[in-house]
């Protein structure tokens, strides 16, 4: 039995209507896994938001990539309500983040390299 997916309005978990700060952002992070790991389809509403940046989005979605495929979270989540430009900031942090979780090990000793001065 297939359930109606569940709406995450982001405006609901911003103090204004702009969707900046990755700690926001990381609050619709705990819902979205929450009702994952319910075995939930959701709809993330950006309905009433006037800006929306990387950091909010790498916060809310971007570390998703951790956990899920990208067809797992492409059968499950789904947006509604995002704008043209938004769409592009979000295609910058998927792709971004499918990067770094598929090669987080050379990523961390990239950084090792660089804080070393090697």
């Known amino acids: 039995m297939k359930t109606n997916p569940i709406v995450i309005k982001i405006s609901d ?8 700060a990755t700690d ?14 319910d075995y939930q ?3 993330l509403d950006f309905s009433g938001i006037a ?6 989005l790498n916060g809310a979605i971007g570390q ?7 067809r797992e979270l492409g059968e499950r989540l ?13 295609k910058k942090v998927t792709n971004r983040a499918k990067e ?12 090792q390299r660089v804080i070393s001065g090697e």
Do not use: H
């Open 13 to 20: 978990y911003t103090a204004t209507n702009l969707a900046v």
């Open 24 to 37: 926001e952002g990381e609050k619709v992070y705990q819902t979205i896994v929450k009702l994952f790991s």
């Open 41 to 43: 389809t959701i709809v």
């Open 51 to 56: 800006l929306l940046t990387t950091a909010y």
């Open 64 to 70: 998703l990539y951790k956990d899920y495929s990208s």
């Open 78 to 90: 789904k947006l509604k309500n995002v704008s043209q430009d938004d769409l592009i900031l979000l």
């Open 100 to 111: 770094f979780y598929n090669n987080e090990d050379s990523f961390g000793q990239t950084v």
